[in-house]
């Protein structure tokens, strides 16, 4: 049996102890998963398959069923990077968005069509059809005016719709 010089732990239980702790990490991540409302799942833009898993681990209702189908689900996780799927879950969880970058993204070019107004939107990445224009007018009035920002808002979710579905072509 070999040895490590560093702490005189031999590589067979180097190597069990980061199965564990990988077995534990997707353990953790399943059991988020089963609990995760629907709404936030959704904003995670998993892959068919994964998703397919998930919802189908959370279709069981029975207590002893439940949790085998976690665990099953557990299993699924393997071949799944966890460290990027616990990150996207955190920022959707503090955000609401699986891609902080996206969500700035848009509360730039809202701003900035708020202040520059239809002349600002050629160089938007997406439509620059009749509804951002009078998204735009509307967010401009009611900045001017002083109101409650809902128009502002709302041009905010179809900025982020647009920046989203991507490139307009």
Do not use: C, Y
């Not at 071949?79 to 955190?90: G, K, S, T, W, Y």
């Amino acid at each position: 049996m070999t040895r490590d010089e560093d702490d005189g732990e031999s590589r067979r239980a180097i190597a069990r102890r980061q199965t564990r702790k990988a077995g534990d990490r997707s353990a953790k991540l399943a059991r988020t998963l089963m609990e995760l409302k629907q709404s936030s799942l959704d904003k995670l833009d998993l892959d068919d398959d994964l998703r397919e898993d998930i919802v189908r681990a959370r279709a069981v209702t029975s207590p002893i069923a439940r949790r085998r189908a976690e665990r099953t689900l557990a299993g699924d996780l393997r071949h799944v990077d966890l460290v990027d799927l616990a990150e996207r879950i955190a920022n959707v969880e503090e955000t609401g968005n699986a891609d902080p970058r996206l969500f700035h993204l848009a509360e730039q070019w809202r701003a900035k069509l708020i202040e520059g107004g239809i002349g600002a939107a050629a160089d938007f990445p997406g439509e620059r059809g009749d509804p951002l224009a009078q998204l735009i007018e509307r967010a401009q009035r009611e900045r001017d005016t002083g109101k409650p920002p809902g128009a502002a808002r709302a041009l905010f979710r179809h900025v982020f719709a647009m920046l989203k579905a991507g490139p307009a072509k």
